[in-house]
DNA sequence: GATTTATAGTTACTTTTAGTAACCTAAATC
DNA sequence: GATTTAGGTTACTAAAAGTAACTATAAATC
């Protein structure tokens, strides 16, 4: 695909140009298209570093507050916990229920949804304790060999 | 833990940097305690991009070659689909078998444990695949409100 | 015999996302 | 009147993901 540097730019070349564009807009709309897969869909925005830990706490604990909840996980940061909670509320998984006193006082719950993501939550998790030995074992070995 | 570059060192100061070190310590070691809980350790290390989608692909497929794989995910990046089975293979998730051809030839498989892991994926799937309705309605809710 | 093709990478670079630190609000307490 | 409290936001830095170009090598093609 790519051009000589120090050639004369003709018209040929411009055309090329509208054909990267072109392409460009094909590929573009064939992720789009991709993105649409449901199972795509949802596993990406349950796969990021905090959704199912939060999932997890909140469905252990019932209602939690913000701080409540940011130490129960321990190592998020505020902001990405606040990220990662409007990311679940906006898909239907957590409420918020916010109260009009000083300080504030905010408080998160699982939806009816939300009480089935964590279902599937715990089931991996549950899953994950028990294959730990073997996984941990099997790092050293891939470090080894 | 840069100094001021223009100020003189005073004891105080150097206690207080020592201070900062024993701070750091005690975070560093209550950072690695957390990382210790094995749903934690698990969850964050298929909690990537491409881990579970990889999965899927090959517990559907059975055996697949490097270029299959990626053409059956789609948008994944030569370079990302290299760095997640290296790591999933590091967990004894999947296995690589080389031939020594050429071209050469690459085939990925699930193991046992893996394909634990992908039943767990497949139920978290079949369930996305249910509640995509009301994801979808509760986020066109959410960006209305 | 030079050129092209195929596969599974790696390397260097750019863009996107996550994480950190400092700040804001406004009533209650010391 | 300075400090504490809870739940943020903003601006910045670090880390992760994505892109483009390159590698190796034998067989097939011109």
């Known amino acids: 695909m790519s051009k000589p540097s120090n050639t004369v730019v003709t018209i040929a070349e411009n055309e090329s140009v509208e054909e990267e564009k072109n392409l460009k807009l094909i590929l573009d709309r064939a992720k789009d298209q991709s993105k649409l897969c449901p199972v795509r869909d949802v596993i990406h925005r349950i796969s990021d570093k905090w ?4 999932i997890l706490a909140l469905g252990t604990h019932g209602t939690l507050r913000f701080n409540a909840l940011k130490k129960e996980i321990g190592d998020v940061s505020q902001r990405m916990l606040t990220v990662t909670l409007r990311n679940l509320e906006e898909d239907g998984f957590v409420s918020r229920k ?35 030995p073997a996984i941990i074992s099997s790092r050293k070995k891939f470090k080894k060999g």
């Open 51 to 54: 959704s199912l830990l939060s």
């Open 98 to 132: 916010i109260y009009a006193e000083v300080p504030p006082r905010v408080e998160y719950q699982l939806t009816d949804m939300g009480q089935g993501l964590m279902q599937q939550a715990l089931q991996l998790a549950d899953w994950a304790n028990t294959q730990l």
